[in-house]
C-alpha cells in the first residue's frame, strides 16, 4: 500500500517569505502527483497536478516539482502571503488493479500560517 | 458549476443513534466519491459510485456503513449505531470522466458524543 508522508507538520513564516513543503511515497510508480489546499474547515482545493513524465507544474506562484526515483515531491511558494494560510496536502493515486484512479492516497497535511 | 453540496454541514449525535448525510455532486459529473477524514490526518477512501453503480468499497466502509446513489445524481451515507470513533468529517467528490479532477464539498462534520 502507498505511503505518503509530508513534512514538516507546521509552518510558520512571516509574510514575504519563499517556503518549501515536502511530500514524500513509497512506491515511486505513480500515475501522477496532487497538491492541494483545504482552509479551516472546508473541503480541498487542487492547486496542481503533475504528471509521472513531468518534473515541474507552475501555477502563479506555486511551483511543484517531482522526484520520481527518490519518491519525493516539493511545492514552492514565493512570496507568501497571510491569504496562503492553510493546510497543503499531497496525493497520488491508487495503482491496485481494478481500483477507480480517484482513489487518492493522502499525506497529512502541512498546516501553514503566513503572519503579516 | 455550483459546486458540490453537502448537508448537514455539522451533526452532533449520541453514540448508537443513526445519521444519514447527503451530497449533491456538480451535476454533469457521473463519478462520486466519499472520503473520510480524522483530525490531523489526510482524507482516506471510502467509495466510489459511477452513475448509480457503487464500483468500489474500501475495507474502512464496515457493515455499519452504507452509501447509496439511487438515480446517479445525490448521493447518501448512514452510519447506523454510531460510535465515537465515527467522528471525523465526511467528504464527497465529483468528477467527470477525467478521475483526476476531483471537485471536493465542503464535507459534514460528525460529532459522536
Known amino acids: 500500500k502507498q505511503e505518503v508522508t509530508q513534512i514538516p507538520a507546521a509552518l510558520s513564516v512571516p509574510e514575504g517569505e519563499n517556503l518549501v513543503l515536502n511530500c514524500s511515497f513509497t512506491?515511486?510508480?505513480?500515475?501522477?502527483l496532487q497538491w492541494f489546499r483545504q482552509d479551516p474547515g472546508k473541503g480541498l482545493t487542487s492547486l496542481l497536478l503533475i504528471q509521472s513524465s513531468q518534473r515541474e507544474q507552475t501555477s502563479g506562484r506555486l511551483n511543484a516539482s517531482l522526484d520520481k526515483s527518490s519518491g519525493r515531491s516539493t511545492l514552492y511558494i514565493a512570496a507568501s502571503q497571510p491569504g496562503d494560510s492553510a493546510t497543503y496536502l499531497c496525493a497520488v493515486p491508487t495503482r491496485e488493479l481494478g481500483s477507480t484512479l480517484g482513489r487518492l492516497y493522502f499525506g497529512r497535511g502541512t498546516q501553514l500560517t503566513v503572519w503579516p | 458549476d455550483t459546486g458540490v453540496s453537502q448537508n448537514p454541514r455539522h451533526k452532533i449525535t449520541k453514540r448508537g443513534q443513526n445519521v444519514t448525510f447527503r451530497c449533491d455532486p456538480i451535476?454533469?459529473?457521473?463519478?462520486l466519491y466519499w472520503y473520510r477524514q480524522t483530525l490531523g490526518q489526510g482524507p482516506e477512501f471510502l467509495t466510489y459510485?459511477?452513475?448509480?453503480?457503487?464500483?468500489?468499497k474500501s475495507r474502512l466502509l464496515s457493515d455499519r456503513f452504507s452509501a447509496e446513489r439511487p438515480k446517479g445524481s445525490f448521493s447518501t451515507l448512514e452510519i447506523q449505531r454510531t460510535e465515537q470513533g465515527d467522528s471525523a468529517m465526511y467528504l464527497c467528490?465529483?468528477?467527470?470522466?477525467?478521475?483526476?479532477?476531483?471537485?471536493f464539498g465542503n464535507g459534514t462534520r460528525l460529532t459522536v458524543t
Open positions: 512506491d515511486s510508480a505513480i500515475y501522477n
Open positions: 467528490a465529483s468528477s467527470t470522466r477525467d478521475p483526476y479532477s476531483l471537485h
Open positions: 459510485f459511477q452513475n448509480e453503480a457503487q464500483l468500489e
Open positions: 451535476s454533469e459529473h457521473n463519478r
